[in-house]
């Protein structure tokens, strides 16, 4: 799965694999070594693909807490959802993912989170 993230340094956008998150990589561009950041260093790194590694939800989950995102919902069956959605470019990142019950999800499926919150008349919880 590839990753992309800024180097701490040169702040260019690179890529690397996911795998080497952590590791210390040399940056083409400025040419100096640092470790790759993850998800809790750069929230809005993201991967290439519309699944998330599992480090990536678990810093959600710490970030925005592991309930359905809208307001009053109890539903414990949660996944995460792309706030943009993936199919209209949104990104794979801890900035782009919500807690979402499995059936909010599916009933926003690709539309745009908050144009899907009006026309449902639902609220985000705060
Ligand atoms: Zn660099
Ligand atoms: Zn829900």
């Known amino acids: 799965m590839d990753w992309y993230f800024k180097c701490p340094l040169c702040a260019k956008e690179r890529r690397t694999d996911w795998g080497n998150v ?7 561009l400025c040419k100096k070594s640092r470790k ?9 790194a993201y991967v290439g693909d519309h699944s998330w590694p599992i480090d990536m939800e678990r810093e959600v989950f710490r970030i925005k807490g592991k309930d359905c995102i809208i307001d009053g919902c109890r539903d414990k069956e949660i996944t995460l959802d792309h706030i943009k959605a993936h199919s ?3 990104r794979t990142s801890v900035g782009n993912l919500q807690p979402m019950c499995k059936s909010h999800n599916s009933s926003k499926n690709d539309s745009d989170f908050y144009i899907w919150l009006r ?3 639902l609220k985000a919880r705060q």
């Open 22 to 28: 952590g590791e210390l990589i040399r940056c083409g």
């Open 36 to 44: 790759v950041p993850g998800p809790s260093d750069q929230p809005d």
């Open 88 to 90: 209209k470019g949104g």
């Open 119 to 121: 026309e449902n008349r």
